[in-house]
Each structure stands twice: as C-alpha cells, then as structure tokens.
C-alpha cells in the first residue's frame, strides 16, 4: 500500500534589506540620501529645482508687478495714488531680485554642467 504524501510545511525565509534597515519609522517623512546630494547629479537636481522656482517666480511677479503698474490711476485722493504707486514700485523691486537670482542659479547651474 501506498502512504499519502503530506503537505510539506510551507516557510517563509525573510532578510532585511539596507533600505529597511536605513528606513525610520519614527519620522513622518523620508529620509533623504544626503550623500546623493554631495554628488555632480544630486548638485544639478538642486541647482535645476532652484533655476525653475526662480524663473518662474520671476515670470510670475512680473506678470503681476505690469498689472498692478497699469491699474494705478491718479485720483482726487492722493493717498490712494501713493499707495498704488508704491506697491507698483516694491513689485518691481521684487521682481528684479527675482530675476537676479534666476540669472545666477543659471550661472551655477551652467558651471556644474560644464563641469
């Protein structure tokens, strides 16, 4: 006679991986590899996220300094007028350290490619 085979144990062999073991529960955000940043690529990722955020925010508050330039018009109150007029003149200020710093993210940004 024939015996039936058993069912044979079914197991499950598990290792840590470095990224569990680097991984923190205890923080609400991950980690970030700031190794990755000292290098060429994680340097251009960062100096490419800081080119975009100044270019856009240069063409941004450029929009809105030419809009807030065009709606000043000189009224009886001339309060109204100065305020408009300066709120004109910081939103242009603005706007030119905006584009200064766009122009020397580009500048670093360009350097490293060259590199």
């Not at 569990?20 to 955000?29: H, L, P, R």
């Not at 955020?53 to 941004?60: E, H, T």
């Not at 030119?96 to 993210?105: L, P, V």
């Amino acid at each position: 006679m024939e015996e039936p085979q058993r069912a044979h144990p079914r197991t499950v062999t598990t290792t840590a991986s470095s990224f569990a073991e680097n991984f923190s529960t205890s923080s609400s955000s991950f980690a970030y590899d700031r190794e990755f940043l000292r290098t060429v690529p994680g340097l251009l990722i960062v100096a490419e996220i800081g080119l975009c955020f100044n270019g856009s925010a240069f063409v941004l508050y450029l929009s809105a300094a030419i809009v807030d330039a065009s709606s000043v018009s000189p009224e009886r109150d001339g309060h109204n007028f100065n305020s408009w007029a300066a709120s004109s003149f910081f939103a242009f200020l603005v706007t030119i350290c905006y584009a200064g710093n766009t122009y020397f993210s580009f500048i670093a940004w360009r350097s490293r490619t060259v590199q």
